[in-house]
């Protein structure tokens, strides 16, 4: 667990932060097992009540976003081929309900927090996932984003009717025509005065307004027009995560906000750099216009002594067998079949033993000891493989100035342990030291905002968004 002492650099203007929560829903997201612990309530995943809470908290503290992941799969690779059962008792992302439904209802309650949604362009046509975000963002007012993934389980695929996955570079092929038609239908298929709702002419719309997008393209046919009339943002606001070559193009044509993993700031800033400099010299992209959004777990008290006593209380809670399930969905290897001595830093598997380097890498205390299966699932019990801070608000805050500083990153997907619990102990703790430090504020410059003007200042796509070729123009 990392606990840093160093300072922020107090002679540099301070960026203000934008701080999402990062949430799933289901009732174990990334630290398997704490639906047992009495304080937390995910096991009420699956009540509304639950996520009007949630949001109405985050609302108030002001939190930019509530993103919600999500997974079309199990995590079956574990003990496997295709067995779930490993997940069962933890609840480790199983099961899992879709996250779009609780939009409207959070946002019904709330003032400005926005709603980041995680959907895939491989198992879903473009002309329906186009009208369920059109619906949102409208009942929404425009605090709706999309987080765009291509999906990456073997389970979800054949659940869909594949024999296996369709191969990850095609996946990004494919995620480009898909992007290219729901730009077609959210930005060019309705003008901006095509419903005026004229009681004295009697046109809810006008002939000539709305228009068909004809798209033929190599995997998708779709003649329009959207289905939806023009909503506030038009697009969502468009979050996206990916470091491979072909996800690193797409992010860097499509994202407007990046979600990065990487256990160190350096890790981070290799792949914010790489990032920004396709986006500016591949897409001529502003690079202002392209927030970087860094993964990672707090556990905060009023001391250091105190988090880290809660951090060891967690611990117990948590479930091994859901943890190496987790990491089997991940990687796609099965680590039961290694003996339980065995150290993966130096197993024959160049993808784990790299992982499992990093990992050790940040956790003091742990040179010369074997990385095995329980130590691996030790590591993830809190938090999953997202970089852990525990500590004291100045202690927890010294380290995310140093992330800001070290890896060129404009906020974080702030990861909760237990829900209710975390989140409340970062508003309670952390967020009074950040906004002391000039680092962050609650405050709004104006209510009601959509999530694209707290992130970017404008409700729709900027110019030099590849998105924007496809605005309705005059024939």
């Not at 598997?349 to 030790?378: C, F, Y």
């Amino acid at each position: 667990m990392a606990s840093n002492e160093t300072k922020g650099n107090s002679a540099k203007p301070k960026k203000k932060l934008l701080l999402n929560a990062f949430v799933m829903n289901c009732a174990g997201h990334l630290s398997p097992g704490q639906w047992r612990n009495p304080k937390n309530g995910t096991s009420n995943y699956n009540k509304l009540s639950f996520w009007t809470s949630l949001a109405q908290t985050l609302d108030k503290a002001g939190f930019h976003c509530m993103f919600i992941a999500d997974v079309l799969g199990g995590y079956d690779v574990y003990k496997g081929p295709a067995n779930i059962d490993p997940t069962l008792a933890s609840g480790a992302q199983f099961p899992v309900n879709d996250p779009l439904y609780l939009v409207p209802a959070m946002a019904a309650v709330t003032k400005n927090l926005t709603f980041g949604i995680t959907a895939s362009t491989t198992y879903d046509a473009p002309y329906a996932l186009a009208r369920r975000f059109s619906t949102v963002d409208h009942l929404a007012e425009g605090r709706v984003a999309w987080n765009i993934v291509t999906s990456y389980l073997e389970s979800a695929a054949r659940n869909f009717g594949l024999d296996t996955q369709v191969e990850h570079d095609e996946r990004y092929r494919i995620a480009e025509e898909y992007m290219e038609v729901v730009y077609k239908l959210w930005e060019g298929s309705w003008r901006d005065d095509a419903a005026p709702r004229d009681t004295e002419t009697g046109q809810f719309a006008v002939p000539g307004r709305v228009r068909k997008i004809n798209h033929k393209g190599k995997y998708f046919n779709v003649p329009g027009p959207h289905i939806c009339e023009s909503s506030p943002q038009r697009t969502p606001f468009l979050f996206q995560a990916g470091t491979s070559k072909a996800g690193t193009d797409f992010g860097a044509r499509h994202g407007e906000a990046i979600f990065l993993g990487g256990q160190t700031p350096q890790k981070v800033r290799e792949s914010v750099d790489s990032l920004r400099k396709t986006a500016k010299e591949k897409f001529g992209r502003d690079l202002t216009h392209m927030k970087m959004i860094a993964g990672i777990t707090i556990i905060v008290d009023e001391t250091d002594e105190k988090a880290f006593k809660k951090r060891d209380e967690l611990l117990t809670y948590g479930d091994r067998e859901g943890a190496l399930a987790l990491v089997g969905g991940w990687t796609g290897i099965d680590l039961s079949k290694y003996s339980d001595d065995e150290d993966f830093k130096f197993v024959g598997l160049p993808a784990v033993q790299s992982m499992v380097k990093r990992w050790a890498d940040t956790v003091p205390g742990s040179e010369g000891l074997k990385w095995n299966k329980s130590r691996i699932a030790d590591f993830l019990l809190l938090g999953g493989t997202m970089p852990k801070i525990v500590g004291s608000a100045k202690t927890v805050a010294d380290e995310l100035e140093r992330w800001v500083d070290e890896g060129d990153i404009d906020g974080f997907n702030l990861a909760h342990v237990t829900n209710p619990g975390s989140f409340e102990d970062m508003i309670e703790f952390l967020l009074p030291e950040l906004e002391s430090r000039g680092m962050f504020t609650a405050a709004v410059d104006t209510e009601g905002a959509t999530t694209r003007e707290r992130f970017l200042g404008q409700s729709r796509l900027l110019d030099d968004h590849t998105g924007s070729q496809y605005k309705w123009q005059e024939s």
